[in-house]
């Protein structure tokens, strides 16, 4: 396996969400094209296919859905840290000298 891009795992994400192309690049703000691509580079980087297209729809293969799941699990973690850093923005910090 080559180094993924974290926003290629974060794509993979909403795709396995939505289930169609162009739902996630509207969702995400990006064009199909890009979507693919990155879909594309995913899939070279694991050797094997991540997505499959079933009845005008994209789901992932067994080998994506465990990747899904594994990456839900690291953006829930993500954003659990990124809250708890926010928390921290306006706390009292540093020294008192009385």
Known sequence: MH???WDD????????ED???????????INERTVLR???RLDAAMG???FEKHFGRVQP???GKLLVAKVA?????????LA???????APSGHVTL
């Open 3 to 5: 180094t993924v891009n």
């Open 9 to 16: 795992l974060r794509i993979a994400l909403r795709l396995a």
């Open 19 to 29: 289930g169609r192309v162009s739902l996630t690049a509207r969702t995400l703000g």
């Open 38 to 40: 990155r879909v594309a």
């Open 48 to 50: 094997m296919p991540v």
């Open 61 to 63: 293969t067994a080998a």
């Open 73 to 81: 699990d690291m953006d829930r973690a993500a954003r659990a840290g």
């Open 84 to 90: 708890a850093v926010e928390k921290t923005r306006d």
